[in-house]
């Protein structure tokens, strides 16, 4: 991701006037701070609420009357000692679950927005510069 900052760069400035290369590149770098804060701040809200989402729908199926939960309760490490502390064991495994499907969520979004405004470099106007002194 870092690789992108130097051409984009390159390519917002080329065609900036000497003498106003200083206000846009002031400019660009706010552009790019605002642009990069607001990313940060979609990208952590569409993942907690798709944690949240993950998370009611997977418990949903922990109930005593669901079959893996009674193997479960019934198999694991932790019958005849403290069931609060495999009651905690479970649920820190059911908030990782629930995180590994947000991450996944959200990384598939921010391909498709990626994958979208990719076509747009092609659109971009070319120019000529002139080397002459």
């Known amino acids: ?3 992108h900052f130097v051409p984009l760069t390159a390519l917002a400035m080329r065609a900036i006037p000497k ?13 790019h701070s605002m642009g990069g804060s607001v990313g940060i701040a979609m990208a952590t809200t ?4 798709s944690m ?6 997977l418990s949903s199926h922990i109930t005593i009357f669901d079959r893996a939960y009674q193997y479960w309760a019934t198999n694991s490490a ?24 947000a991450f996944r969520d959200a990384f598939f979004l921010l391909s498709i927005m990626a994958i979208i405004v990719l076509p747009l ?5 070319r120019v000529r510069l002139d080397h002459s002194p």
Do not use: P
């Open 1 to 3: 991701m870092g690789f």
């Open 19 to 31: 003498e106003e290369l200083g206000t846009a590149t002031a400019l660009f770098s706010l552009m």
């Open 46 to 49: 569409m993942f907690s609420r």
């Open 52 to 57: 949240q989402v993950h998370h009611v729908h």
């Open 78 to 101: 932790f019958v005849g000692r403290a069931e609060e502390y495999g009651q905690y064991v479970l649920y820190r495994l059911l908030s990782r679950e629930a995180s590994m499907l």
């Open 121 to 125: 470099v092609f659109l971009m106007k």
